[in-house]
């Protein structure tokens, strides 16, 4: 289960993308995650996706 709240969201997505998904889709695929939503989410929050970096920032 992940947490709701977006700044421990990111930090739980951030640890997932560096230690075990090489891309956010990897991610989004494995734990059965809707993109759009996620996305919307935590851009709402001011985070955003660098596939460059493979976190949030």
């Known amino acids: 289960m992940l947490p709701e709240d977006p700044v421990m969201l990111v930090s739980v997505l951030n640890m997932k993308l560096r230690d075990f998904y090489p891309t956010l889709e990897a991610l989004l695929e494995d734990l059965d995650l809707p993109e759009e939503e996620l996305l919307s989410k935590l851009a709402g929050a001011g ?4 596939a460059e970096k493979n976190r949030f920032v």
């Open 47 to 50: 985070f955003t996706y660098s």
